[in-house]
């Protein structure tokens, strides 16, 4: 599947930049927007709080020169975020010029482990922070530096010029890759973070709706929940998260490029259905866009 492999984190944030000198260039001004994803990992619960998120200058990278996207404090937990994307910065003024990096600090983190069936550890940075956010603390998380000195996160390209324009970045926090355990016999867990940028100008979406048109759905005793959309290799289940009636399953962000779209069952499920439209069908999106398609149940039994 032609899927950026990004998969999901959410946060809603806007926030003005703080005041610039004329050192970063005499172009014009653009924007920059964040967003916040996380790769799936095979962890219960993975919790961060981010204090600060600064941009770079190339001639900059050491001291002096950073332009603030944000300072107030953000706690959020990635693994529940898959499938999902919020906004972390929107659209701050940025001074025209050439940057090299984001710079991140992150003062506090703690993650949730399955050791067994159901049976689950806790780790974090402060006895505190785990206790309120992923349970009873059973083991320290070690997290070098990044509270103080921050993480350095690369801008695509090695270098990004902002003259006037618009540019939107995503932030992937790769969970399975971001936490390990030590070696020996300490159980102590470290977070090293693998974050990455990407540019997301070109990135499109696609929202897929479900409805049982006649009730035939309910008559048989199944539920909307039951069906999963299909897009090549990705699938997302059905879901009503604002309880409007609107059943949907978003793919998000996708390559401009054709796809094989289809509704199926979840795993386990025998429903015998048709639809309208007929599924599977070809979907192709063009660079940027948000589309839509809408399907109907229109018989729906039991085998």
Known sequence: MKRIQWSALAL????????CD???GA??????SLNLTDAPGDFAEAWVQIDR???VGESDESEGGAVVLMDSPVTEELVALANDLELL??????????YSQLRMVISEACLKVEEEEEAYSV??????????NCGAWDGDLQMPSYGTSGLKIGVPGGAMEVDGESRILLLDFDVHESFGRLAGGSGMWVMDPNVRAEDMSFASTLTVTLADGDGSLAGAG?????????????VVAFADADEDGTWTATFFPLLPDMYTLSIETAEGVTYEFTLTPSSPQSVTLASGVSETREFVLTEVSTP
């Open 89 to 98: 910065v929107n659209e701050a003024v940025v001074p025209a010029g050439r």
């Open 27 to 32: 172009g014009s001004p653009g924007t920059l």
């Open 22 to 24: 004329d050192s970063h």
């Open 12 to 19: 809603a944030l806007t926030l003005p930049l703080a005041a």
């Open 222 to 234: 199944g539920a909307l929940s039951e069906f999963e959309a299909h897009l090549d290799e990705e």
């Open 123 to 132: 780790y974090g940075s402060s006895e505190g922070f785990s206790n309120e």
């Open 53 to 55: 998120i600064e941009l």
